[in-house]
């Protein structure tokens, strides 16, 4: 079970810090990535965290912008997200799998465990 949080509503250009945990499992073992949602579009590919936060992975639209990482002794992994355009607004999910993803670790498919997502919205 996945439970993302940090979102909201900020200006372009502020920052925000999401958060994922997970209960009943641990991330330590887990690939993990960020997809985002808009309504009527497919879901899309922000970041991953590879297995033991040892690798990251950004798609070119965020790249330089947001870091992912992940704290084991936690339990959680984050998305700092900085330099927030109007066109980041969307439905930020995170998601999980075991050890590897089952497929391309930028397709939602590759991953079997998903939060219930959280809003981040940038306008002036």
């Known amino acids: 079970h996945l439970v993302e949080s940090g979102g909201g509503l900020v200006q372009p250009g502020d920052s925000l810090r999401l958060a994922c945990t997970a209960s009943g499992r641990t991330f330590t073992n887990a690939a993990m990535a960020w997809f985002r949602q808009t309504s009527g579009k497919e879901r899309e590919f922000v970041a991953a965290?590879?297995?033991?936060?040892?690798?990251?992975y950004y798609a070119e639209s965020v790249k330089g912008r947001f870091t992912v990482s992940g704290d084991n002794d936690e339990n959680i992994r984050y998305l700092q997200m900085n330099s927030l355009k109007p066109e980041d607004t969307a439905v930020y999910y995170c998601?999980?799998?075991?050890?590897?993803?089952?497929?391309?670790?930028?397709?939602?498919?590759?991953?079997?465990?998903w939060g219930q997502g959280t809003q981040v919205t940038v306008s002036s």
């Open positions: 998601a999980a799998e075991a050890g590897a993803p089952s497929g391309p670790r930028d397709v939602d498919t590759s991953y079997n465990y």
């Open positions: 965290l590879s297995r033991l936060a040892r690798n990251t």
